[in-house]
């Protein structure tokens, strides 16, 4: 029983890879404003996949390997669209330790998008319309 527990451990190590178990495929990215209370879309290959009501805030979004476009909006302001690039994870090169072992984990972040990330935070300063 106890050889049958220790299997699926490795079983399930060698089929997840680092950055999906250490980092997941989901990010948090936090927005502040100039001025505050503004709200914000963000938006990858043209469909909306997060939005702040009020700055400062939080979307949670998938990631992946495409950039976010954001655009932030206030009224008496111009709206300001910032472009927030995915670059690689650093946790992903974790697999890289376990030799040829770590291609499948490698492939499984790849595919599940735990390999890149966002920036953690953003600010954008807001022009006024006038």
Known sequence: MRV??????????????????LAGTDQNISVTTNPAGAECELVRDGATI???????????????????????????????ETV?????????YANMFLGIWGLIPLGVDSITG?????????????????
């Open 50 to 80: 997060g939005a702040i009501q009020s700055t400062p805030g939080t979307a949670n979004v998938r990631k992946t390997k495409d950039e976010i476009r954001m655009v932030c909006r206030k009224d008496g302001y111009l709206p300001t």
């Open 4 to 21: 049958h527990a220790v299997a699926a451990v490795l079983v399930a190590t060698a089929f997840s890879g680092c950055a999906t178990l």
């Open 84 to 92: 927030l690039p995915s670059g690689a994870d650093r946790r992903s």
């Open 114 to 130: 735990a390999d890149n990330s966002y920036p953690d935070t953003q600010s954008v300063t807001l022009a006024s319309a006038q």
